[in-house]
């Protein structure tokens, strides 16, 4: 079984730039999450898709993050304008549903210089 | 919100020493997960143990639901054990999966 696929792995960007990063899920998981984990502290959810509809988003700030998963099964996650604070790794996982646990891809580790 | 603490928030072993990480929640959990994140920053699922207790090789996790922890147990250490250890739980009613302070343990050769 193919795990979850996250891309890129490394991004640099400059603050005020925008940047975008994109997560394949298990295949059959319905539930995709994205994940934002800071240097030195665990991860903390930014959004939650049941299919292509968001159940939990209250984390995530809607003035400068976005995200969408077209069709049920991919996703993508935006910043624009990035902030120096949005350095860290975004972490994307699925799960078959929700009572049961979730798998991670490898991440994508972000610096906004 | 629930609160989840996980003790102690560093430990140093010599390679094959035993040891036990705890994770404490504030509120009922219906679903709890330990993870492993290695050195190169990756997740890596050990136990889903939403209660009673499981093992897998040389580690073995107990949840007891109802006291509000779960314990991490790992027997004959190996430096391929270091990294951050996390509980992350999810509680009924909730969809959302919070994750602990961890445990960033290093075993030493």
Redesign the interface.
Known sequence: EAGVAQSPRYKIIEKRQSVAFWCNPISGHATL?WYQQILG?????LI?F?NNGV??DSQLPKDRFSAERLKGVDSTLKIQPAKLEDSA?Y?C?SSWG???????G??T?LTVT | GIQVEQSPPDLILQEGANSTLRCNFSDSVNNLQWFHQNPWGQLINLFYIPSGTKQNGRLSATTVATERYSLLYISSSQTTDSGVYFCAVKTSGTYKYIFGTGTRLKVLA
């Open positions: 999450y502290q665990g991860p903390k959810l939650q049941q159940v939990d790794v972490l996982a929700r009572p049961s646990p979730l798998h991670f490898n991440g580790r």
